[in-house]
């Protein structure tokens, strides 16, 4: 059983920054893809960030420059640097991990999922 624990969510100020982590356990890690969605209120889950077996990455438009994904796989986890936050990254964000590498990320390949830990984002 696939089970995925992020952290790292919190409020912060525009332009201020967050490190999102999440913890692969119960699966060969080096195995999946991995990525970064997220969901804001009202609208659809999106991929934001993506990084395959063989470390190559895949980001939404709205966070190229400012989002960064990388992987530990001697720890298992999963990491996101997250810059020059704006409020419209307010969401919930999900770890999501996949045996299909497709770019950008497609929703319907992950079927094993974190809890979600929660970014806002102030004005």
């Known amino acids: 059983q696939v089970q995925l624990v992020e952290s790292g969510g919190g409020s912060v100020q525009a332009g201020g920054s967050l490190r999102l982590s999440c913890i692969v356990s119960g699966a060969t890690y080096g195995r999946y893809s991995m990525a970064w969605f997220r969901q804001a209120p009202g609208k659809e889950r999106e991929g934001v960030a993506a990084?395959?077996?063989?470390?190559?990455?895949s980001y939404a438009d709205s966070v190229k420059g400012r989002f960064a994904i990388s992987r530990d796989s001697a720890k298992n986890t999963l990491f996101m640097q997250m810059n020059a936050l704006k409020p419209e990254d307010t969401a919930m964000y999900y770890c999501?991990?996949?045996?299909?590498?497709?770019?950008?990320?497609?929703?319907?390949?992950?079927?094993?999922w974190g809890q979600g830990t929660q970014v806002t984002v102030a004005s």
């Open positions: 990084l395959d077996r063989d470390y190559m990455t």
């Open positions: 999501a991990a996949s045996l299909i590498w497709r770019s950008p990320p497609y929703t319907p390949d992950f079927h094993h």
